[in-house]
């Protein structure tokens, strides 16, 4: 069985690249545009990693996060992602519950090298 990632992306060109880096790895990758979507597909199939944008329509981020961190059986790590890393941005995500931030140019970096 692969390992699962659930991207939580609104924007579809940042999507599409992260489905780019990642086609080749055998993840296999479920998608969400905002937070409830996100809080769906998490009911549906339990991902092994979450990539969560911040800044996101219906429910953003950080909120779905929380919501995320609710629940005691889901372990997967949450990585924030976004193109607004400024100062104490790491410091919030990681208060909601996320293990990282990276910012979207290095997290494209990052998935490159997988």
């Known amino acids: 069985m692969s390992k699962r990632i659930l991207v939580v992306e609104d ?34 199939a339990r991902p092994d990693l979450i990539l969560m944008d911040i800044q996101l329509p ?26 607004y890393a400024l100062g104490g941005e790491e410091k919030k995500a990681r208060e909601v519950g996320c293990q990282n931030l990276t910012a979207r140019a290095n997290c494209w970096r990052k998935f490159g090298n997988i």
């Open 11 to 44: 924007q579809p060109d940042n999507r599409q690249i992260i489905r780019d880096m990642l086609a080749d790895t055998g993840y296999e990758i479920t998608e969400a545009e905002n937070g409830a979507e996100a809080l769906a597909a998490i009911a549906k």
């Open 58 to 83: 219906v429910i953003d981020g950080y909120a779905a996060t929380r919501r995320i961190k609710t629940d005691p059986a889901l372990k997967s790590p949450i990585i924030a992602v976004t193109s």
